[in-house]
């Protein structure tokens, strides 16, 4: 009789990358000015754009992505973990090869590939939500992995409207001098 292979859930660190865009990324806040040309020059209406909020969160989704997708396959060959069946990965790749797709045949490529500034949610980042909605899909599912990342957002959440509230009664914190850093 064929032995029966037993399938081994990941343990927390494999879902670390997806606790970091949920918890941390929403709290990236660091300036980055871009000197705009083409497009975005011209719709911008200026050559010079200050941006605070999205440039380093795109980047760091790019990284969770990364590690997200690497810890996947890691855990597939050591663990002989495999991917689970299901119909969602169709409408998925559709997604995936429409953004594909689009980038390829832009006229601003750029723009298509990197995002519009102030934005930055081009093809690769948009490629990137799509490899974290995959790890995230396969490789949490435990009970205790789905309590650890409700744990990620809820402290993101918590941390995001404790700075509004302050924000709400003149107490800005990025004004301090620590917030300033």
């Known amino acids: 009789m064929p032995k029966k292979r037993i399938q081994e859930k990941p343990g927390i660190f494999y879902i670390l990358p997806l606790a970091f865009v949920m918890a941390v990324v929403p709290l990236i806040v660091f300036m980055k000015v871009d000197m705009l040309s083409g497009a975005e020059s011209q719709a911008w209406y200026q050559d010079v754009n200050a941006d605070f909020f999205s440039f380093y ?17 890691v855990h597939g060959l050591v663990k002989k973990f495999e991917v689970k069946k299901d119909f969602l990965y169709i409408p998925t790749f559709v997604y995936a090869g429409c953004i594909i797709l689009s980038a390829v045949l832009s006229k601003n490529k750029d723009v298509a590939i990197n995002g519009f500034v102030a934005r930055y949610e081009g093809m690769i980042v948009l490629l990137c939500y799509l490899a974290l909605f995959l790890a995230a899909f ?3 599912g435990s ?20 700075i509004g509230i302050l924000q709400l009664f003149g107490r800005d914190p990025f004004k301090t001098e620590f917030g300033k850093r």
């Not at 795109?58 to 396959?73: G, K």
């Not at 009970?143 to 404790?162: C, K, P, T, Y």
Request: hydrophobic share 70%; net charge positive.
């Open 143 to 162: 009970e205790s992995q789905l309590r650890f990342l409700f744990g990620a957002l809820m402290i993101s959440g918590a941390v995001i409207s404790l």
């Open 138 to 140: 396969n490789l949490a």
């Open 57 to 73: 969160k795109s980047q760091w989704v790019v990284i969770s992505a990364v590690l997200a997708v690497l810890l996947f396959l």
